[in-house]
Structure formats: C-alpha cells, structure tokens
C-alpha cells in the first residue's frame, strides 16, 4: 500500500469509528485474521480494517464514507463460501463489512408465509424460528449451522431442496439494500405478485455484493411436511438414474423434494475415512441414489407411494436394490453418507473441486465424455461425482491417482482438468458454477465461456450502479 492510500485507510478508519463505535472497528492482526481467509484456505487477504455494523443505518453510513475516501468495501457473511467472493485482496487497501451483528428476526408473518430477516441471521435459526412457528424454510445447505441469509442471497445458494422449492432466488420476496452511493432502498415486500417495473431484487441476488449490500430479507416459508420418508436406490449408471428420476417424478408429482446422486467411490471413500457410515448395500453398484419424499397427508401414504414406486422401478431394471429408512435415524444415517462425501474427499487430501449445471437430460452424457477425457489426460485421476440430480448441479470433482502426490497433482493438472470440464459443461449446454457463485475463482473462466454480448451487459449493469467501482471489486466482473 502506498503512503497515500494508507493514509486514506487511516482516515477512513477513524471516521468509521466514529460511526459505528471504535469497539466494532478491528484493526489488530489477531483480530481481523479469522475474516481474511476463506473457508478452503485457498484465499488469504488482508485489510484496512475489519468493520462490524448493527444496522442497516450504520452500513450505509459505512458506504458513504467508502465513497467519499474511496476505500473499496468486502461484505462478507458467515465466511463460508467456496469461491473466494468474501476474501479481500491482499494491498490491505480494502475494508471487509462483516454483516455477522445484524442477526435480528423483524418479523414471522404466518399468514402470509413469510419471515423477514436481516443478512446476518444464520440459516439455521431461520429454519428453527420457522420451525417453531409450524412453518418451513426448505433452504438446506452442508454449511447451514454458520452459514448466514445475506451469503445465501448473494451467492444464490441451492442445496438439496432446490428440486422442489427452487434455489435462494426462488425463495425471496423482498430486499432491503444498501446502495453504492449509501442509500437504502427498502423492497421489504412480501409479495408475491408486484409488476411496477424492473425487478431490482433480482439484480442483487447472486451479485455476490458488487452492485449493493443486502441488509435484510423477506423470504417465504412454506408448510411443515407431516411426513418425511427417504430411500436408498443402487442403480448401474448415471443414464439409469435419469430414467429413475423421470419415473419418480411420475410417481410422486411435487412431493419429491430430494433426489441426489452419488457414484459408488464417493461412498467408498466415506467409508473409507467414516467407517462407521457403512455402504449401504451389500454387491458395489456404479450409482447410488438418494432420495426423499415429502407428504402433507401421512407417512403411511408416503411409503405407499414409495412402495410401488420401487416396485415398479425395480421390475423395469431401473434399480438393482433399494432401501427405505425406517426411522428418524436411519433416514439421518442416509443423509450423513451424503453429506460426508466433501469431508472424505478432504480427509483423502488436496483434489479439483466444480460446482457445474448441465440441463438434467445431458447429465449422462455429460460424465460419460467428460469422465473419458480426464482419463485420457490424467490416467488413474478418481472421479468423485455427487450432486442434485434433479436439479443438474453436479459437484464434479477429480481426486488424485491413489498413492499420488496431490500438491504435484494440483501444480501440474489443475489448469488442464478444469478446461477439459468447462469446455464439455459449456458443449453441453451448462453453466461453470451451480450454486457456489463466481467470487475470485471463476471470474476469468465465466468472461471467456459468457458471450461478448452478456459480458457487455454486465459491465453496464455494474457501471450504472456502482460507478466508482467500490462494491467488492475484483469478484464477478474484472
């Protein structure tokens, strides 16, 4: 940092103590550094100051001295995404906003099935404050105990309910935000039918924080389920699992709400490092399903339906075994084997992580070619394929040959796989990132697949709103 800048950092920095109360201005090493890295340890920053605001008045207070000292700002929520969208660069220049003190529910509104909240809420607590209310929020996410509602909506997370209740997006109904020029607009409606014009609610969804701060949220519940049932389906291929889908959907209508895949070595390194999470079937099968029901009559009919729809899939060939929980824990156990598939990779040690959509019909075709190509370049790379089939975000990720050394691995492949993977999900129809956002990791990679045109859109998007270029800079748009 040049003298000037660090000088200007010092002003702002006092003038933010002003605002917001020295208490809540962190500057020491010690500190600050739990909110300079990112969850993988792949970025580390550094900043100006670490800034904890109350409320939405003392965030745009905060804005408006950014852009009078012209001080870049990072609004960070629970830290814990996995593209690099809430780590600052490392000039200590910028200042990071952590949105972690505005953790208030405004409102739970039961007749019109809605919560308003503001960004530092945990996922958690919105799902538990529904919960108590007879309510559901059906955003569920490996990450939703830190996780927080503004990093939810500025990344427009997915996670497993996704195939029924949409992704975050789908889930919202208003916005109140922090402008970059440090007004507030207050689109706290819940509506779920407003045509006065441009929907501005959608532009700051998934903006990762570069056109505005989201401060807080209307966000729909919906009603509790009176009954959860889940099942275990081994099937050969990723092209049987789409036939299985298409016939669950048939059997089931809207009341299937999960319906993950797993191939069979994302189970076996599970069990691998988690032996008490057991395979669950006794012969190895090439995919395995996971896949929940969610009835408003009974359990009883659930299982109905899940009886003949297994009978049906499994008299066709779809499915070579299936079983159904049984309990509560059972149905727990099923989903720990999903959930685990990300620590066992990490346990396994260093791999290539993506987190890429293809329209669900492609998805077959997609693994086959794209699986053939890594193999071609990188002969014995493990293919760790999981991910919510039913809505084609597949977390497509390529560990190193056994035995290996995965730093080498990493230097030597990474830049190779990931083009091998983006040019087949972009022949395919698809997108580079699913539901973790673009951040600092993806930037490069989204310009060059995006078309001049939609880059050109974007750039005037982020020029018109946010002209001196303070809202999280460096993430998204170059």
């Known amino acids: ?148 509602i503004g990093g939810n909506l500025s990344t427009n997370a997915g996670g497993t309910g996704v195939l029924r209740y949409g992704n975050t997006r789908e889930l919202c109904l208003g916005l109140e935000v922090v402008t970059p020029q440090g007004e507030i607009w207050n689109g706290l409606r819940g509506l779920r039918k407003d045509n006065t014009g441009y929907d501005l609610r959608d532009l700051y969804i998934g903006a990762e924080g570069t056109l505005g701060i989201i401060t807080a949220a209307v966000m729909k519940l919906h009603p509790q389920p009176a009954a959860r049932v889940t099942a275990l389906a081994a099937l050969e291929s990723p092209h049987a699992a789409l036939d299985f889908l298409a016939l669950t959907q048939r059997f089931t209508g809207p009341l299937l709400t999960g319906f993950e895949l797993m191939s069979d070595f994302c189970l076996r390194l599970v069990g691998k490092h988690f032996p008490q999470l057991r395979y669950p079937f006794g012969a190895a099968h090439g995919q395995i399903v996971l896949l929940e029901l969610s009835d408003s009559e009974s359990e009883e009919h659930a299982r109905a339906i899940f009886e003949r729809l297994m009978e049906t899939a499994l008299e066709d060939g779809l499915v070579a075994d299936a079983v159904v929980a049984e309990n509560l824990a059972q149905s727990r156990a099923f989903w720990d084997l999903r959930e685990h598939i990300p620590l066992a990779q990490a346990e396994e040690g260093l791999n290539i992580k993506h987190d890429i959509a293809v329209p669900i019909s492609r998805i077959g075709a997609f693994i086959d070619t794209t699986d053939a190509a890594i193999a071609q370049a990188v002969p014995g790379a493990r293919m760790v394929t999981f991910g919510h089939l039913g809505d084609g975000n597949l977390h497509y990720n390529v560990q190193a040959p056994e035995g290996g050394d995965a730093k080498a691995f990493l230097a030597q492949h990474q830049a190779g796989i990931n083009r091998i993977v983006y040019d087949s999900v972009h022949a395919h129809g698809g997108s580079i990132s699913a539901e973790h956002g673009l951040g600092q990791l993806k930037i490069d990679e989204a310009a060059h697949y995006k078309s001049a045109v939609e880059v050109r859109l974007m750039q005037a998007v982020k020029a018109a709103l946010d002209p001196a270029g303070l809202m999280n800079p460096g993430k998204v748009l170059r």
Do not use: K
Request: charged share 20%.
């Open 1 to 148: 940092m040049t003298d000037s800048a660090n000088a200007t950092g010092q002003t702002f920095v006092a003038a933010c103590r002003e605002a917001i109360g020295a208490a809540h201005v962190l500057t020491d090493a010690h500190d600050t550094a739990p909110f300079l890295t990112d969850w993988r340890r792949r970025y580390q920053g550094a900043a100006c100051a670490v800034l904890r605001p109350a409320t939405t008045e003392e965030v745009a207070a905060i804005v408006r001295l950014a852009l009078e000292h012209r001080v870049a700002l990072v609004p960070q929520g629970g830290n814990t995404g996995l593209a690099g969208g809430a780590t600052p660069d490392a000039s200590g220049a910028q200042a990071l906003v952590s949105l972690a003190r505005l953790n208030r529910v405004r409102e739970l509104d039961a007749h019109n099935n809605t919560i308003t909240v503001e960004a530092g809420v945990i996922l958690a607590e919105v799902q538990a404050r529904a919960q108590e209310a007879g309510r559901l929020f059906p955003l569920s996410l490996a990450a939703e105990g830190s996780c927080t």
